[in-house]
C-alpha cells in the first residue's frame, strides 16, 4: 500500500508511510470514528467544537512518532517493529468509544469503559490481521517490556493528552487550552525504563497541568455542556425504561440491540455479536433516535428530546445554597407545569456531583529527570505549581432542572 499525507489543521501535514497504519485507518471500524465527536455535545457551548475520533486518533499517531524520534535522537534504541506497533497502538487508543465519546460513557454498555472495549476491538482486529497487531497490544495492555512506549500512549503526560488540549482548544477557541507540546516532545527522555521529562522542560509541563485544568472546568465540564450531556443521558435512560416495559420504540438495529440488552465484561469479552452491534453505532444512530422518538407517545421521553433538539438544555447551578429547598421548588414549578407524576419528574429536576482531578500524585507520576541522573515527581520539585492543592480532586456539587421553555 502506498504512503498516506493528510492535512491537519492542527499539527500540518501527517504522514502515515507504514501499510500496518493504511490497513487499520481503512477499516469499517476505524473509519467509524469519523461520525463519533471528540467532544461529545461542546458544540452546544462551543459551535466550533464538532471535530472527531477519527482526527483525534491521526493527530495523537502523529505525535507518537515526533515522541520516538526524538528519543531516538537521544539513544534510546526503538526498533522499526517498535515504532510502528507503539503508533498503531495510540490509533486504536479511542477505538472502544461509543456515540458522543465520554458523554453516553456509561449509558450503552452500563459499568464498561471505552478502554475495555478498545482492549477487545484491539484483539478482535488482530485476530483479523493475523496476529499483526501482537505488540501493540501489548505496549496498549502495559504488558510490553519498555514501559515507556505504554507511558506515551496512556500516563498523566501521554500524547493522547498532547493532541486532544491542543486539537480541543484550536475547534473551541479557548486559547487558555494551548499548550506548547512541540517543546514538551523535545524534553522528552527515558529513566529507569519510564517516561520522564528532561528539567529544563519543566515550565512547559506545568503549563500543560494548567491549561488541562483551566480546559476541564471551562470547556469539559462547562455548566451547559454538563447540561447537554446529562439531557442525552437521561433520554438514553427513560429509553431503556420504556423498552423494558415494553414499549417499541424505533431505532437502528444496532441501538435498539442495547436498549433491551445489558452485558457484563465477561460477556464483552466472550459474545462476538456484542463487539459487532456495538461498532454499528455511532452518533448518528442517537440523533435519529432522537427525532424519531420526540414524537413519540411518552410525554417524559418526548419532552427530553425536543429539549435536546430546540437546544432547551436544563438549566445547572454549580454549588448551590440552600439546595434542598431549591431543589423542592424547581420540582414543583415544573410539576405544575408538565403534569407529570414524583417519579417522572426525576428527569426534569435533579441534583448529583461532577469531579476533576488534574494531577494524580499517586497515580502514574510525571518524572522529571534532574542533571545528576536521578528522577523526582513533578509535584515535588521545588517551587512547582503543581503542589498539593491542584493535585487534589475537585468535586462540584450540581443542581439540574428543566427552564419551562417552549419549543417554538
Not at 500540518?12 to 471528540?38: A, V, W, Y
Not at 486518533?57 to 507503539?86: I, N
Not at 429509553?239 to 416495559?245: C, G, R, S, W
Not at 420526540?294 to 435536546?308: A, E, F, N, W
Request: glycine residues 6%; proline residues 2%.
Amino acid at each position: 500500500m502506498k504512503s498516506k499525507i493528510i492535512n491537519d489543521p492542527v499539527h500540518g501535514f501527517l504522514s502515515f508511510p507504514e501499510p500496518e497504519i493504511l490497513k487499520i485507518t481503512d477499516h469499517p471500524i476505524f473509519q467509524r470514528l469519523r461520525n463519533i465527536m471528540q467532544m461529545g455535545v461542546a458544540h452546544f457551548v462551543y459551535p466550533g467544537a464538532v471535530h472527531t475520533r477519527f482526527l483525534h486518533s491521526l493527530g495523537a499517531c502523529h505525535l507518537m512518532g515526533k515522541a520516538l524520534d526524538e528519543l531516538h535522537v537521544k539513544g534510546f534504541e526503538v526498533s522499526a517493529e517498535e515504532r510502528t506497533a507503539a503508533r498503531l497502538a495510540i490509533l486504536l487508543h479511542d477505538i472502544g468509544h461509543g456515540p458522543f465519546s465520554h458523554a453516553l460513557e456509561n449509558s450503552i454498555l452500563g459499568d464498561i469503559g471505552h478502554e475495555d472495549v478498545s482492549r477487545v476491538i484491539i484483539k478482535k482486529l488482530n485476530n483479523e490481521f493475523g496476529g499483526m497487531l501482537d505488540t501493540a497490544s501489548q505496549i496498549f495492555n502495559y504488558t510490553y517490556p519498555k514501559k515507556y512506549l505504554h507511558q506515551l500512549v496512556s500516563s498523566q503526560l501521554d500524547v493522547d493528552r498532547l493532541d486532544y488540549l491542543s486539537r480541543d482548544s484550536f475547534y473551541s477557541g479557548v486559547s487558555e487550552g494551548v499548550i506548547g507540546y512541540d517543546r514538551i516532545l523535545k524534553m522528552l527522555t527515558v529513566s529507569n525504563n519510564e517516561l520522564a521529562v528532561e528539567e529544563k522542560g519543566i515550565y512547559s509541563v506545568e503549563k500543560f497541568i494548567v491549561a488541562r485544568h483551566i480546559m476541564y472546568w471551562q470547556v469539559y465540564l462547562h455548566k451547559t455542556v454538563l447540561g447537554a450531556e446529562l439531557l442525552l443521558v437521561n433520554i438514553l435512560k427513560r429509553a431503556k425504561e420504556l423498552t423494558a416495559a415494553g414499549e417499541k420504540l424505533q431505532a437502528t438495529p444496532a441501538l435498539a440491540f442495547f436498549l433491551t440488552q445489558t452485558f457484563s465484561k465477561q460477556e464483552l469479552e466472550t459474545a462476538s455479536e456484542i463487539i459487532d452491534q456495538f461498532c454499528a453505532l455511532d452518533d448518528s444512530d442517537i440523533i435519529i433516535a432522537i427525532k424519531s422518538w420526540s414524537d413519540c407517545g411518552d410525554k417524559v421521553l418526548s419532552t427530553l428530546c425536543k429539549m435536546y433538539l430546540h437546544r432547551r438544555l436544563y438549566k445547572v447551578i454549580f454549588d448551590a445554597e440552600d439546595e434542598m429547598n431549591l431543589l423542592n421548588e424547581k420540582k414543583k414549578s415544573a410539576q405544575k407545569s408538565l403534569g407529570l407524576n414524583d417519579r417522572e419528574m426525576d428527569y426534569f429536576v435533579f441534583s448529583g456531583t461532577t469531579s476533576n482531578s488534574t494531577y494524580n500524585a499517586a497515580d502514574a507520576r510525571i518524572n522529571i529527570a534532574l542533571k545528576d541522573g536521578s528522577t523526582r515527581n513533578l509535584a515535588d520539585m521545588q517551587h512547582s505549581l503543581v503542589n498539593d492543592k491542584l493535585a487534589q480532586t475537585v468535586t462540584k456539587r450540581y443542581l439540574c432542572y428543566w427552564k419551562g421553555e417552549s419549543f417554538m
